[in-house]
């Protein structure tokens, strides 16, 4: 047939945000305590760590679908009467969270694939003594998830057959793969000479901070740090035994096994604390010195490639009626993953008394706003942080403060950073050491931090989503020469296609080398050419 266009679809993925949010989960429990411990007299403090033990992701109709299962360890500190030691109680409450996600055209995701970002954290947390024995509790877990997948698009490229096109690349990113490791390590720490020895651990946590991600032979290799926050009661006489917590990092350097990973693909690691068991031992001298440990925890990893398609944004034929319906595509280009240390200080109202000092300290760091600032990259956020303070006389009080923070980071790769629209940034931080010290003022904390950023280029483009060739163009009464003034947002592809002329004769009769046509441009309808 004449008037038959042959029509070519390809197909592509593009990455895809489809959630970045925070929900939060309501735990409200009792416990009464075992017979071995020792009725409450006061409490002194209650912390919450939750961690993820079952992840289920999965597309239900139109929502795609991430169902969690969890437990929350309760740390109890209290005294059994105001002259005695500090002692502490650990206790689990299961609790669970569904996330449903809408999808616009759920056969457009590719869910397997999907890389699923869990951070957790607790706020509000309170609890009162009903009993000597019996404990009320209620806490507010806030699960952060950050869902990215890839999404099946088609469009029209080049084997479009002989019509007159415009094309458009677009530099896309994709999910090459995906892999959740649970690795378990082991570590015993000397108490320094100058520390006493201990009686009981009262509290021990673990922050856990991927430091360089790197690929190699197929393979993800990360270093990190562990940073170990341990309070443990001396063996002292009972009456002035104290609260003692020190700190220290363990470095950990692990690999993943991904198939078909290539040595240039962009990959980053994710690390999420799923158990911790401490317990004192003997050292060598015969004293409480030794803290025995074991970490578990799952690594995240996620591999990115970039990709190129040329997208046909624009078509028409002088010799056929052609129907086009267009849409508009979006995608995301990851620019670059980096990671930053920050130090940070910044002063807390709590005033804190004389000779006092700040045991078992839990922090997290939360940024609410990323923007660039010349080639540097300017977060604020919220610094939390939760301990117990020590008087001179071994009385022990919590402490909850929040600060607001400030940095400014600078990228340690080459990142091409505008000011503009089209850049989207990401960051969240790790906490690897937090010290706070009484001041003149109240208190100064002072926070160690790992800083990372994802920096996205955002691209949309018109693409034709469907095409048909309806028959020959009837033929048109001849014209004059028209004189085409531009509004200074056309261009020449605009103006030829207005005209139902060819845009290399556009630019031939005119003079024109480029796309950008002047202040007048001469017309010539109906096969008409300037020298006739």
Known sequence: ??????????????????????AKCRIECEEILPDYKEDVNRLISVSVKPKIIMKKQYLQGSYFMIELDGTAAFNVVYKSSEKSALTSHTFYEDFSHTFKLPLDEPGEYDAEGAAVFLTLGTEATSYRAVSGRKLSLKSTVNIGACVKCNRNILYFGDGCGEIEKKMQTVTATVIKAVADREFIFEESITLPREYLPCSEIIDCDADLACRNVK???????????????????????ENNSRLISFSQPIEISEAIEIDSLSDGALCEVLLTPSSLKAECDIDSYGESRVIKLEIGYIATAVAYETTEISVLSDCYSTSSVISVVSKELKAEQLTGIFSATCDLRNAISSDLPANSSCECIRASLEFKKAEIIEKSISLEGTLS???IVVDSEGGASEKNDSVAITALVRPDVSLELSDDSSIRMEAYGDVCGCDIEPSANGADMRCDALIHVRIYRKAAVSSIDSISAEGAKPASAAKSLIFCYPSGKESLWDIAKHYSVPVEKLALDNGIDNDKPGNVIKVFPNGRTADK
């Open 385 to 387: 942080a939760h301990y």
């Open 215 to 237: 690929v190699s032979d197929g393979k993800v290799i990360f270093n990190a740090d562990a940073n170990i926050c341990c309070g443990y009661q001396s063996a002292a006489e």
């Open 1 to 22: 047939m004449a008037n038959e266009i042959v029509f070519e679809k390809s197909s592509a993925k593009m990455l895809s945000t489809l959630y970045d949010g925070e």
